[in-house]
């Protein structure tokens, strides 16, 4: 019988088994952030769940479009409101004092766009197959906003062009705000636009000739709302209907309500069939808050020393985001990273016994490799049951106490099993090596040009008895950040962990 793959779906409230309106063929949208500074961990747990359902469809078999934004213009500092009167996050972030480093908006907007790729990289998330930017998709977006007006969605006034709420009668189905309930006692003080005719109508364009990124429309100068963009972009890319969209759970409203009334006044039929939510992280308990000390971005814990981070192992980080399930709040902490550093030394161990994948790998074959092989299969369906990455994991971690267990004791069908166990484990979780960047060799680590000497030198210093000039070295190389391991067959070394 063929496996199932099953999600929650935020708009039906349970989880359902994804049936992909083309077989075999999945579409999927998920929301990327707003580039208007580093994106955070809590940020990357989204992303991570995203790139989870592409590994796990992938290793269904299926074929998957993928597409991933980058919101670079028209999310306002009030978009949780509503969209009423706030102030683009991207202009504010020019105007703070991490801002002042750039000539101009679109430098920025860059800038943070290269960033985020190069942090989606170091925690070896699979490229999407697109990534489209709002700024690049204009005419399309203003293509659907006169779309909207022709169909009697949208209107306009002397400040913009706004969504008619009151044209959709299931607008609240995902986030359960109806018309009846309090969002307009939400939003009623803060609506700066006397022309709306309802409070809740949402800003499809803005009429703004000093806005510091702005294009002619046929509303005059200006930028478009922030949820026009995702509706435009995801069916530019995967068609008027979609299998998945997935995001932040702070996004069901009103982003992604407002995303399915215009979607489906468009279209006339159903946006996205299934809705997946990540829940909120926190750090130590806490709410992540630089006040506090405890905001994280990728580069703070991952980016080499020497480039201002911590130098901790990104794909610990990647484990880390990984131990909680997505659908539940998660609390990252210091302990956790902690004992996945060392999970991913032990991974590390794994490699270095029977070699990596890319050397080739074999089939589930022995007592080894049958046991391997039900590892596998019972995180494939852990991961095929709403993404449980937790039960996934111990499974990882159990194939690993196992193989260092028996040691030199595997031969090469075992071995060749274990590389394929390794691949296949990596191909789910993403956390055992890096999907497509090489080994790091020597050559190419600094760190190793000033350390291998160092190691030689205090190998002969031992060999001669010259236990002070020894000592010495070993302190050198705790000065240069370096773990040194004596035993019998000599002496290996890695990066000292800054947690």
Not at 12 to 34: M, R, W
Request: charged share 25%.
């Amino acid at each position: 019988m063929p496996k199932e793959f099953r999600i929650y779906n935020t708009l039906s409230n349970q989880a359902e088994a994804i049936v992909p309106l083309q077989k075999d063929h999945l579409t999927f949208y998920s929301c990327g952030p707003t580039v208007y500074s580093y994106a955070h961990i809590g940020n990357f747990r989204s992303f991570i769940t995203a790139d989870l359902i592409l590994r796990t469809a992938t290793a269904l078999g299926w074929d998957v479009t993928y597409a991933t934004n980058v919101t670079d213009v028209g999310h306002l500092t009030e978009d949780d409101l509503t969209d009423p009167s706030g102030e683009d996050r991207m202009v504010k972030a020019l105007k703070s004092k991490e801002g002042e480093q750039f000539v101009n908006i679109w430098d920025l907007a860059r800038h943070y766009t290269e960033t985020l790729v190069e942090d989606w990289h170091r925690l070896n998330l699979r490229e999407p197959t697109v990534r489209p930017r709002a700024t690049e998709h204009m005419r399309e977006q203003i293509a659907a906003v006169e779309q909207l007006i022709e169909k009697g969605h949208a209107y306009e006034t002397e400040k913009g062009v706004y969504f008619s709420v009151t044209s959709f009668p299931e607008y609240g189905k995902l986030s359960g705000n109806t018309l009846e309930m309090d969002l307009e006692q939400t939003v009623r003080d803060v609506v700066v636009d006397d022309d709306k005719r309802d409070p809740r109508d949402f800003a499809l364009w803005k009429k703004d000739d000093k806005h510091l990124m702005q294009w002619h429309s046929p509303w005059g100068w200006g930028f478009p709302g922030w949820h026009i963009e995702c509706s435009v972009m995801a069916m530019s890319y995967l068609g008027d209907r979609i299998d998945i969209h997935a995001g932040g759970e702070d996004l069901i409203f009103p982003h992604h309500e407002c995303e399915i009334a215009q979607s489906e006044c468009l279209t006339g039929q159903p946006f996205a069939t299934v809705w997946a939510h990540t829940r909120f992280l926190q750090v130590e308990g806490e709410k992540m808050s630089k006040r506090l000390g405890n905001f994280f971005t990728v580069r703070d814990l991952s980016a080499p020393e020497a480039e201002g981070g911590k130098g901790i192992d990104p794909l610990a980080v990647r484990m880390t985001l990984l131990s909680g399930h997505y659908r539940k709040p998660f609390n990252f902490t210091i302990k956790t990273l902690k004992g996945n550093v060392k999970h991913r030394e032990r991974l590390q161990e794994v490699i270095d016994l029977v070699g990596h994948p890319s050397e080739g790998v074999g089939e589930y074959e022995g007592d080894v490799g049958a046991i391997l092989s039900g590892m596998y299969e019972r995180a494939f369906d852990a991961m095929l049951d709403d993404l449980n990455t937790p039960a996934a994991l111990a499974q990882l971690f159990g194939g690993t106490k196992m193989i260092l267990g028996r040691g030199a004791g595997l031969d090469e069908t075992a071995r060749a099993a274990a590389r394929r166990w390794l691949a296949d484990m990596n191909g789910l979780l993403g956390v055992v090596y890096y999907d497509d960047q090489p080994q790091e060799t020597e050559e190419e680590d600094p760190l190793a040009a000033q350390v291998e000497p160092l190691l030689e030198a205090r190998a002969a210093a031992r060999a001669a008895g010259d236990w002070g000039r020894a000592d010495e070295i070993r302190d050198e190389l705790t000065a240069l950040g370096v773990e040194i391991k004596d035993s019998k067959d000599g002496t290996t070394w890695k990066r000292k962990q800054q947690i």
